[in-house]
């Protein structure tokens, strides 16, 4: 069993970002919901065929920001904390955020062109919702 998860050898991210990643999107989803337990560092390796250390390097990383829990002799669950969803939400936003700021950037854009663009976009978007 893979528990859903499907890492690529040629994916240029490396295996236990890739494990980050779609673990914190199951999530964010509400795949998983909170409290689930989640599969023990040595079921997830040799169900996605990586090593252990790959595995906990994942689960660390989930640890710290906030979207597992583990507990002593108990294993890794899915955080209870009841507004994860909304926080990973919020750290999306803000890596998509960082991302267009970017690449403006790249494209030399000054902040008002960016600021510019994003109203545009935002506009766009009201007028989509009131229309539809």
Same mark, same amino acid.
């Given at each position: 069993? $893979?528990? !859903?998860?499907?890492l690529s050898a040629t994916d240029k991210k490396p295996m236990y970002l890739?494990?980050?990643?779609?673990? $914190?999107? =199951?999530? +964010?989803? !509400? &795949?998983?919901? /909170? &409290?689930? @337990?989640?599969?023990?560092?040595?079921?997830?390796? @040799?169900? $996605?065929?990586?090593?252990?250390?790959?595995? =906990?390097? /994942?689960?660390?990383?989930?640890?710290?920001? !906030? *979207?597992?829990? $583990?507990?002593? !002799?108990? %294993?890794?669950? *899915?955080?209870?904390?009841p507004d994860l969803q909304q926080q990973l939400k919020q750290q999306e +936003? /803000?890596?998509?955020?960082?991302? @267009?700021?970017? +690449?403006?950037?790249?494209l030399q854009l000054t902040d008002a062109e960016l600021a510019a663009q +994003?109203?545009?976009?935002?506009?766009?978007?009201? @007028?989509?919702?009131?229309? %539809?």
């Amino acid at each position: 069993m $893979t528990y !859903g998860l499907f890492l690529s050898a040629t994916d240029k991210k490396p295996m236990y970002l890739q494990i980050v990643e779609q673990i $914190t999107s =199951k999530v +964010l989803l !509400g &795949d998983w919901p /909170a &409290d689930m @337990a989640l599969p023990s560092i040595r079921e997830l390796a @040799a169900a $996605t065929q990586v090593s252990v250390i790959t595995v =906990k390097r /994942a689960y660390a990383e989930l640890e710290q920001a !906030g *979207v597992i829990v $583990t507990q002593a !002799g108990r %294993g890794s669950f *899915v955080s209870p904390h009841p507004d994860l969803q909304q926080q990973l939400k919020q750290q999306e +936003l /803000a890596q998509l955020l960082q991302a @267009a700021v970017a +690449l403006a950037r790249q494209l030399q854009l000054t902040d008002a062109e960016l600021a510019a663009q +994003l109203e545009q976009q935002l506009q766009q978007s009201s @007028a989509q919702s009131s229309a %539809g």
